[in-house]
């Protein structure tokens, strides 16, 4: 079974500091891995996915994410927060081998504090 | 391309009524997903389609909610009756496999 655990409800930041949103999961196989993010009443909007190569990612919006299979996370960073960049991110994930959907975490709310 | 299309985007019924929610999804797309968002329960996949045809439907809370897709462009999501408790935004996504899903900008359902 694929699971994803996203540990913090709620993450604030200060603007200009560098934010983390983590993100662990488990698939049996090889894990296809996905960021999310949703502003207020808007749908989920794609940022960024790890299918195989470079285990640091770069996605929309100056976002980017590591991949580290020995601890199955991949956490979202981002190396400088703008407030605009406050609003709810999902992480995601599927059996890179399987035809199944995309299991979403629970969802963490960033704030980014001027 | 426009996107995921849904709508309407709000809807507000009152409790016993029949609910009709629709989703164009991207052309080109193999499948649909019909999601539920609630501040409680967070995003529930509540069912999906492959080439138009049903795959899961283990996620539609009872008999009171359908799905159905007659074609590649369009999809309608069904409740009736509706009930209070059916109140949240209803998402709908597509992709192709095994891609990342793009979501529509959802519909917000009020059941009074």
């Known amino acids: 079974a694929q699971s994803v655990a996203q540990p913090e409800d709620q993450v604030n930041v200060a603007e200009g500091n560098p934010l983390t949103v983590k993100c662990t999961y488990s698939?049996?196989?090889?894990?296809?891995l996905f960021w999310y993010v949703q502003y207020p009443n808007r749908g989920l909007q794609f940022l960024l996915k790890?299918?195989?190569?470079?285990?640091l990612v770069k996605g929309s919006y100056g976002f980017e994410a590591e991949f580290n299979k020995s601890q199955t996370s991949f956490h979202l960073k981002k190396p400088s927060a703008l407030v605009s960049d406050s609003a709810l991110y999902f992480c995601a994930v599927r059996d890179f081998s399987g035809n199944t959907p995309l299991v979403f975490g629970k969802g963490t709310r960033l704030s980014v504090i001027a | 391309d426009a996107g995921v299309i849904q709508s309407p985007r709000h809807e507000v019924t009152e409790m016993g009524q029949e609910v009709t929610l629709r989703c164009k999804p991207i052309?080109?797309?193999?499948?649909l997903f019909w999601y539920r968002q609630t501040m409680m329960r967070g995003l529930e996949l509540l069912i999906y389609?492959?080439?138009?045809?049903?795959?899961?439907d283990s996620g539609m809370p009872e008999d009171r909610f359908s799905a159905k897709m007659p074609n590649a462009s369009f999809s309608t999501l069904k409740i009736q009756p509706s009930e209070p408790r059916d109140s949240a935004v209803y998402f709908c996504?597509?992709?192709?496999?095994?891609?990342?899903?793009?979501f529509g900008p959802g519909t917000r359902l009020t059941v009074t």
């Open positions: 996504a597509s992709s192709l496999p095994p891609g990342e899903q793009y």
């Open positions: 790890y299918i195989t190569g470079d285990n």
């Open positions: 389609f492959n080439n138009n045809v049903p795959i899961d």
């Open positions: 698939v049996s196989g090889n894990p296809y």
């Open positions: 052309s080109g797309h193999d499948y």
